[in-house]
């Protein structure tokens, strides 16, 4: 992210004249963490580069801008990776590896083995995880958060269902909350050409199964497709589920299932339990 700089005006100045032009969308950002990434001199550590600042004087065909810092951008993602659970923040996509420990995961080697290089070969395309407890799913799902992280850096959303439920409730209530994934997040993003990745986990895990948390998790699920639509460069969506495709759908309906399958590719690792079920079980 680059500004020009006049002949006549400072690098504060600068700065202080990008961050006003943000008006329309500062207090969403300053109530919601997922939204701010623009630093401050207050919550910047000193650079030898930015001074503070989190921008950094360059010159681009004889021209004076400012240029985000590096040392911004690496806060900014540490910051994104606090969204992870403790236990998968060492999650890394090309160190993911086979677990043979069955008291760790339950999946067999082979399956394992599949899923990683079909993870790896195309971590920017969506998936939608189901499967028992103990597949590695949520490891999938932050692995690729991960590198959404490092990759991209920003517009990057990692969410647990429940939370997100609750982030609706705050919002209908008029509190500020940090969790909640709405229309002007994603309109944000796109008008900043960002491509919006998602990652929301414990899908079937809500606090209540209320008429409002299904309304308001339906309505999430549509947001998503109605944003996507038939180009799925503009939202990476991704979600992990104990629940069948068949119980998913029961939950949610027929339709919200079906716009699942449209915007991401299905693994379900239910019937590679199944298949392994039938081997031991067969004469």
């Not at 086979?98 to 899923?115: L, T, Y």
């Not at 189901?130 to 999938?140: E, Q």
């Not at 692995?143 to 959404?148: D, G, N, V």
Request: hydrophobic share 35%; charged share 30%; with cysteine.
């Amino acid at each position: 992210m680059e500004q020009a700089v006049r002949p006549e005006e400072k690098l504060e100045q600068i700065v202080g004249n990008f961050h006003s032009s943000q008006n329309r969308s500062d207090d969403r950002s300053r109530s919601n963490p997922l939204l701010s990434g623009q630093p401050t001199a207050r919550n910047l550590q000193s650079c030898l580069l930015c001074e503070g600042t989190g921008w950094k004087p360059v010159i681009v065909d004889g021209i004076r801008r400012v240029r985000q810092c590096e040392c911004a951008i690496e806060r900014r993602k540490r910051r994104l990776l606090q969204r992870l659970p403790e236990r998968f923040r060492h999650v890394r996509l090309q160190e993911l590896a086979v677990c043979d420990d069955v008291s760790r995961c339950f999946a067999p080697a082979e399956i394992q083995e599949k899923v990683i290089n079909l993870l790896r070969e195309k971590p920017d395309d969506s998936y939608a995880f189901f499967g028992p407890p103990g597949w590695a799913k949520s490891h999938y799902l932050a692995a690729l958060y991960y590198h959404a992280v490092e990759t991209q850096g920003v517009g990057c959303y990692y969410v647990q269902a429940s939370e997100l439920v609750r982030g609706f409730r705050e919002l209908e209530l008029y509190r500020e909350t940090d969790v909640c994934l709405t229309d002007e997040i994603l309109k944000f993003d796109a008008e900043q050409g960002i491509r919006s990745r998602i990652f929301l986990d414990e899908v079937e895990r809500l606090p209540t199964m209320s008429q409002f948390a299904w309304g308001k998790m339906a309505d999430f699920f549509d947001l998503i497709y109605r944003t996507a639509g038939s180009d799925s460069s503009k939202v990476q969506f991704c979600l992990a589920s104990n629940l069948t495709r068949e119980q998913f759908g029961d939950l949610w309906g027929a339709a919200i299932l079906r716009r699942i399958n449209e915007v991401c590719v299905p693994i379900d690792l239910f019937e590679f339990e199944e298949s392994e079920a039938e081997k031991v079980t067969m004469p």
